[in-house]
């Protein structure tokens, strides 16, 4: 079946460190992949979402390619700020599976002054 | 603005108590889906709804039912409520079809069962 993998925190960095989160996927179709964000206390939000092999999402200062070849979709971010300290969750939608979506486990990311 | 709203942030249920949870999207969204988010765990789907009248059990459906009378409004129900149904719950909302239609959420109610 559909799953979503993403590498387990919590990461702690400094701020403008490199950010990268690595996700991974198994789909039995062609997924629409997504990042959201939740930050304390609140419900998921879209961050960014690609739809097709080589779509480059980007939000924010954030980005992520979706990788056919390696089923792979890792966030990236150039240099975070401590506002970017929240829970990252990896996403797909699979049409082959009604719109279902699947979930990784979240990558918890606190940024230090 | 688009919207998801779940009718509480906090509850505090007892024990056998039958509890319910609201939830109501103005995007005219066929597609719903409730789900708990549990530390170390994610987002585990407990039930979705693709039309009226309509639901799937999701991967944790034990425990819970779900009902949907009207498309904007996607009910959760705890038959009777246990200690470890102490969660977060989130509801979304999204258009199905192919392609990126994301899915939009509610703010959560934090559930307490005491």
């Known amino acids: 079946g559909d799953s979503v993998t993403q590498m387990e925190g919590p990461v702690t960095l400094s701020e403008e460190a490199f950010l990268t989160i690595n996700c991974t996927y198994t789909?039995?179709?062609?997924?629409?992949l997504f990042w959201y964000v939740q930050y304390p206390g609140e419900g998921l939000q879209l961050l960014l979402k690609a739809t097709k092999a080589d779509d480059k999402g980007s939000n924010k200062g954030f980005e992520a390619t979706y990788r056919k070849e390696t089923t792979s979709f890792h966030l990236e971010k150039g240099s975070v700020q401590v506002s970017d300290s929240a829970v990252y969750f990896c996403?797909?939608?699979?049409?082959?599976?009604?719109?279902?979506?699947?979930f990784g486990t979240g990558t918890s990311l606190t940024v230090i002054p | 603005d688009v919207k998801v709203t779940q009718s509480s942030r906090y509850l505090v249920k007892r024990t056998g108590e039958k509890v319910f949870l609201e939830c109501v999207q103005d995007?005219?969204?066929?597609?719903m889906f409730w789900y708990r988010q549990d530390p170390g765990l994610g987002l585990r789907l407990i039930y979705f709804s693709y039309d009226v009248k309509m639901k799937e059990k999701g991967d944790i459906p034990e425990g819970y039912s779900v009902s949907r009378e009207k498309k904007e409004r996607f009910s959760l129900i705890l038959e009777s409520a246990s200690t470890n149904q102490t969660s977060m719950y989130l509801c979304a909302s999204s258009s199905p079809g192919q392609g990126a239609a994301e899915a939009f959420f509610g703010q959560g109610t934090r559930l307490t069962v005491v």
């Open positions: 996403a797909l939608s699979d049409w082959d599976t009604g719109n279902q979506f699947y």
């Open positions: 995007m005219d969204h066929e597609n």
């Open positions: 789909a039995t179709g062609y997924p629409s």
